[in-house]
């Protein structure tokens, strides 16, 4: 059984006159050790899905439907009090900004220690050991001395580290991480994700990767769903993925890409921009934007059906993996 | 037309008719203007025609009171016998040009000193901010006694009487200038600092056109903000005053003036001279800042995403 | 070096940030070197590209050509007459012949301003002299030629994504017939769908009107799909500066070598990491000698005290102590 499995969330955001649906039927699944990235650009809804999970989205936003089953139990009914053992304990989380993590006015050392503390019955001493092995493991040089620093008094990149650190403290059986690299430069970027791979092949942790970058997505992981207008897409295999997309708008954004064109000529481009939650199109959510689209696409919206071993939310799918 | 449809369509007017409290605040406030600036209209007397005065009229309670009420004066009338309600309708439109002028002042004063501090910088920037430390080191108050008492020593209390109101809109518009250079210095500093501002420099508009044009509209919300609390402390500030003796003239008075003119006989019985008057100051006061803090609400500028 | 085809020369140029609170005397403070003694030209018709990461000096060095910042030092010659100590007035028609694309297409667009206004100050400023049917006609050819539909004209930014708003900039730099046009990071902001409709404006664009680019980036790929030469700056100093195609067939700077591969790749492989320890150091301690030394795998001594020189290595410049031996 699958350690973590997401079937049909709906999440939904009631305001004023009427209620955007952020996320539509959404499923996954992810087994222990495995990573999976969740693909999609601003306004695709995979913060919010990643939020809901550990039921932090922020109000009015709220779980509509489905089921989030975490170690034999629906995460989407337990109680704020069991979520709060779970979270930051079995399921870590990574932000975009550390500084979302990191308490600006505490030490590295005493926010480590604090963290363990709220999940372990350990003395002060032991968590300390604990926490400055954790920091060694990130490769943080100087461990110690790091231990005693204020957040301001690290680069971003260390600060990331140490967020990491902090992530893997209690030995969790799932990290998600929400654009983790995305506010660093190219090759801090290159350094954490590194870093991240390794650690959670090492611990057999589970990960979620939350990302625009496909092409980091394509490193790091060996599923992707990707995700448009609150809605699947596509998801498989990552290399299956990458080398042979099924879904137009899959396929667009990996063609878009400068290093898929031929250098100078003129870059393949999806048309338009993803619709805003409030004036999703009737029928399939990228009919406007793709190429495939028919009558069928502007009616019907497209459910996800196997292809191969992909999950495919396109009524044209076969078409499209062979154009 | 695209302005007012853009207006009727924004976020302001949505969450207005959604507001009760702010939708309450507005009318009692817009009911106090239209009722102050109509009072030669509307009132039952003219307070300032000796003819129309009568001593024998003075001190009759309210209507509502058991003994002695006239049916002319539904308030009743004041020491002078002068019909109340009358002289509040009068009173409150002084204390509502006093209040709309000198922050019309201090806009005029505060916004331009606190664009050029903002967007030119440097020293002309440090000198008007210590020159605004100064001004708001004296109290409102503080100013307005010596400049009053300066002007009634200089010119008699007859001259001052007919120039009340210009000294008053000086003395309170140029006393709380600083908020205005603050607040537009600091949203000028943090819109100067927009791509949009280098756009028009890199077009090589000149410094004033970009900041007219293209800064000032956009420190407009918070001007709006604080120009209510504004227009609050003025009337307040000009009831003070006034109840000091330093402000309007017993013969032309303000809500201010017309408080203080009761207070001493508040103890023989003819409370309402003072306190009729002190509680139209007191809602028309308390309209103004619910007002203000809805709009405050609404264009927060860490919640309000353009 | 000069020759006629060169449209923009800097020279010896080094821009200086003092942090400190300005007050009367204004002494004192700390120094940011943003921009250590760089020199480069840029020819006509080329796509040139500065390269780096964040704090390396790139957008301030777009910034001080464009006149938004004044050098410390040094010069910026445009068409071969100096410009960076002009006064307003003698600069205005190098305003019109340079124009700039900036990077947060939420900031750079006068919220209060509808479309046409923003798109018709420029011309109306440079061009006193047009009737208001020749601006309009002139916007509408303008939007036209970038792809953007005419009915945005009468609507306000906030209506508008980021790829629209940054196609609307585009315009907007376009209005006055540009010969040079600065770029500041104009696609990092988008998602990636709309950065390749970005980049097919800004390509169309050069092949219709001639244009001359200085395009900042930190994204090493789009400057493979975009430049003709590229200049890889880190910590305010030109590492190496080559032709595009040179560059990418072998970087000779070890800095070079560590941002190619650090550009995530989608041929299946997977992720490396850490061969390269250390972080960027601040730009207010500078390191003695080469600024990268302190990161560099191939760090001797010599590269802690003297400072390397841009030199001629393998058809490029590079600023290397050991640039023979890293090829």
Redo the contacts between chains.
């Keep these: 059984m699958a350690l973590l499995e997401v079937r049909n969330l709906h999440v939904e955001f009631p305001l ?1 006159r009427k209620t955007l649906q952020a996320i539509h039927g959404l499923s996954f699944a992810l087994d222990k050790g495995e990573r999976l990235g969740i693909v999609g ?2 306004g695709a809804g995979k913060s919010v899905a990643a939020f809901s999970i550990l039921k932090l989205i922020a109000k009015p936003g709220r779980i509509a439907a489905g089921e989030v089953i975490f170690d034999g139990r629906d995460l989407a009914k337990i109680s704020d009090e069991e979520m709060r053992q779970i979270r930051g304990n079995r399921i870590s989380m990574i932000f975009q900004d550390p500084m979302m993590t990191l308490n600006p006015v505490l030490t590295v050392g005493t926010q480590m220690v604090e963290c363990l503390k709220a999940h372990r019955d350990i003395s002060d001493a032991e968590a300390k050991r604990l926490a400055i092995a954790k920091l060694r493991e990130v ?1 943080i ?1 100087s461990a110690e001395e790091r231990f005693e620093n204020y957040p301001h008094q690290l ?1 971003g ?2 600060r990331q580290r140490v967020v990491i650190a902090i992530a893997l403290l209690t030995d969790p059986a799932v990290i998600i991480a929400d654009e983790p690299t995305t506010a660093l ?7 954490i ?3 991240m ?2 650690l959670c092949r090492d611990h057999a942790v589970a990960l979620m990767l939350i990302t ?5 997505v ?3 992981t060996q599923k992707i769903c990707v995700l448009y207008a609150g809605r699947l897409a596509e998801q498989g295999p990552t ?1 299956s993925i ?2 042979q997309p099924k879904h137009p708008y899959t396929q ?3 063609k ?6 031929e ?2 000529a ?6 338009g ?2 619709p805003t939650l409030d004036d999703v199109p009737a029928g399939c959510a990228f009919h406007p934007r793709c190429a495939f689209a028919d009558e069928l696409c502007r009616r019907e919206v497209p459910e996800p059906r196997p292809i191969g071993d992909h999950r495919v939310a396109c009524h044209h799918a076969e078409k499209v993996a062979s154009a | 037309m695209n302005r007012i449809r853009l207006f009727m369509d924004s976020d302001l007017v ?1 969450r207005f008719g959604r507001d009760r409290v702010a939708q309450f605040s507005f009318a009692l406030f817009l009911a106090f203007v239209i009722a102050a600036f109509a009072a030669p209209l509307i009132a039952p007397f003219d307070p300032y025609d000796p003819m129309q005065i009568d001593l024998m009229d003075s001190e009759i309670p309210p209507l509502w009171q058991d003994a002695n009420t006239d049916p002319r004066f539904l308030f009743g009338t004041d020491a002078q016998g002068r019909d109340l309600l009358s002289t509040i309708l009068y009173g409150t439109r002084i204390s509502l040009i006093i209040g709309f002028c000198a922050v019309a002042l201090q806009i005029l004063i505060g916004v331009s000193i606190g664009l050029i501090s903002g967007y030119v910088g440097g020293r002309i920037d440090s000198f008007f901010m210590r020159l605004a430390d100064i001004q708001l080191s004296l109290s409102t108050l503080m100013v307005a006694i010596i400049a009053s008492a300066v002007f009634k020593a200089t010119f008699g209390t007859e001259i001052y009487g007919n120039v009340a109101i210009l000294v008053l809109v000086l003395v309170i518009g140029i006393a709380e200038w600083p908020q205005y250079a603050r607040t537009v210095r600091a949203s000028v500093l943090a819109e100067r600092s927009k791509e949009y501002v280098d756009a028009a420099r890199v077009i090589g508009l000149p410094r004033w056109r970009i900041m007219i044009r293209h800064v000032l509209p956009n420190t407009l919300s918070p001007i709006l903000v604080i120009s209510t609390v504004q227009i609050a402390n003025a009337i307040i500030s000009e009831a003070a005053l006034s109840f000091l003796g330093l402000g309007m003239p017993v013969n032309k008075p303000s809500l201010g003036s017309l408080i203080s003119s009761g207070f001493e006989f508040i103890f023989s019985g003819s409370w309402w001279i003072t306190v009729i008057p002190s509680l139209v100051l007191v809602a028309l006061i308390l309209s103004i800042n619910l007002l203000g803090d809805w709009l405050r609400d609404v264009l927060n500028p860490r919640l309000y995403k353009d | 070096m000069s020759d006629s085809q060169t449209l923009l020369s800097i020279a010896n140029l080094r821009k200086q940030f003092r942090i400190t609170a300005d007050s009367w005397c204004g002494g004192g403070g700390q120094v940011v070197s943003a921009i250590n003694d760089v020199s480069l030209e840029i020819r006509k018709g080329e796509s040139f590209c500065l390269v780096g ?2 704090g390396c000096g790139k957008s301030t060095l777009a910034r001080t050509v464009m006149g938004l910042e004044t050098p410390t030092s040094g010069t910026i010659a445009y068409g071969g007459t100096r410009i960076d100590d002009m006064n307003d007035g003698a600069r205005l028609p190098y305003r019109r012949r340079m124009q700039m694309i900036f990077q947060n297409p939420y900031a750079s667009l006068n919220p209060r301003m509808t479309i046409s206004q923003t798109l018709e100050e420029p011309l109306r400023f440079h061009q006193p002299g047009l009737s208001d049917s020749q601006v309009r006609d002139k916007v509408v050819t303008v939007m036209e030629s970038v792809g953007n539909n005419t009915s945005w004209l009468s609507r306000f930014p906030h209506e508008f ?1 980021g ?2 708003r940054q196609r609307i900039s585009i315009a907007r730099a376009l209005m006055v017939d540009p010969e040079f046009v600065v770029a500041d990071e104009p696609i990092s902001a988008l ?7 970005v ?2 404006v800004m ?2 664009a050069r092949n219709e009107r001639d244009l001359t680019y200085l395009f900042i980036t ?5 400057v ?3 430049g003709t030469r590229v200049a890889v700056m880190y910590l305010g100093v030109v590492c190496e500066l080559a032709d ?1 195609r040179t560059l990418f067939a072998g970087p000779r700077h070890p800095y070079t070598q ?2 190619l ?6 041929d ?7 061969r ?2 250390g ?2 150091p601040s730009a207010m301690q500078l390191p003695s000698g080469c600024v990268f030394h302190g990161r560099c795998p191939h760090a001797k001594a010599v590269c802690k005290t003297d400072i390397p020189a841009l030199r001629d290595v393998a058809g490029r410049q590079v600023a290397c102590h050991f640039a023979e031996e890293t090829g």
């Design positions: 004023g650009e601003s490769k040089p680069s990149g260390m430069d190219v090759t801090i970027q290159a350094e994700m590194g870093l791979l390794d625009h970058d496909l092409a980091v394509s490193q790091v290399r990458i080398t667009g954004l990996i878009a890409l400068p290093q898929q064109n250098p100078g003129r870059l393949f481009q999806i048309p921009t993803m | 949505f | 990461e964040s994504s790829g629209q998602d990636v769908s709309i950065q390749a409709q980049l097919n390509m169309d930190h994204d090493l790929s789009v493979e799909h975009f595009t560590l941002l591969s650090a550009i995530p790749k989608m299946g492989s997977e992720m490396t990491h850490d390269m320890q972080e960027v």
